[in-house]
C-alpha cells in the first residue's frame, strides 16, 4: 500500500510539473535589421545588474530578434536557423520594433533534477556559462528548440537568464 501512495505522488508530482511547463510560452524569432553604426553589448538578462554575455551585437546586420520586455530587447546573433548567442540589448539603443512583447507572466519555479550548465545559445557547441547544482531553483521562463530558458541565481546572488536542457527540470 506504501508503495502505491508512493507511486502516485510521484505520477502527481510529475504530472503537475509537466503541467505548469506546458503554460510557459516557446520563443519566437524574426530576422531584423535595426540601425547602421549601432553595436550593443548582450547582457544575460533584460537589466544592467545582469552579468555581460561577452559579445556585441552589430544592429547594422541582420540579428535574430525576439521582442521586448520592459524596455529591453530578447536577440540572437546568429539567424533563424543559427541563433547564436542569445541575449539582451537596451531596445532603445538600436530602434527595436514595439512588437512583440514578451510576458514571462506564466513562469513556474521548478527544481533541477541533476546539476546542468547553463548557456547562452541553444546550439549543440555552445560554450559553458556557469554550472546549476542539483536541487537548485530555477524561473522557467520560456522554451526554444528543446531548451528551457530559465533564471537562475549564482552563488554570489548575481541572477542570470540561459538556457538548459529542457529534461533538467522536474
Keep these: 500500500m506504501k508503495i502505491a501512495a508512493c507511486f502516485l505522488l510521484f505520477c502527481c508530482l510529475f504530472l503537475s510539473a509537466a503541467a505548469e511547463k506546458s ?73 527595436m520594433p514595439e512588437e512583440p512583447m514578451l510576458s514571462f507572466d506564466d513562469a513556474v519555479t521548478l527544481t533541477l533534477a541533476e546539476e546542468v550548465v547553463l548557456t547562452d545559445s541553444v546550439s549543440a557547441d555552445a560554450e559553458p556559462l556557469y554550472t546549476l547544482s542539483s536541487g537548485s531553483s530555477v524561473l522557467l521562463l520560456a522554451t526554444f528548440r528543446g531548451a528551457d530558458y530559465v533564471q537562475a541565481d549564482l552563488p554570489d546572488g548575481t541572477p542570470v537568464r540561459g538556457f538548459i536542457p529542457e529534461e533538467s527540470v522536474k
Design 23 to 95: 503554460a510557459v510560452p516557446e520563443l519566437q524569432g524574426m530576422m531584423i535589421t535595426a540601425r547602421d553604426g549601432m553595436e550593443a553589448e548582450l547582457r544575460l538578462g533584460p537589466t544592467s545588474q545582469f552579468p555581460s554575455a561577452g559579445v556585441s551585437l552589430d544592429a547594422s546586420q541582420p540579428f535574430l530578434y525576439f521582442g521586448q520586455y520592459d524596455c529591453w530587447a530578447l536577440v540572437g546573433t546568429g539567424t533563424e536557423e543559427e541563433p547564436g548567442i542569445i541575449g539582451w540589448i537596451p531596445a532603445a539603443a538600436a530602434d
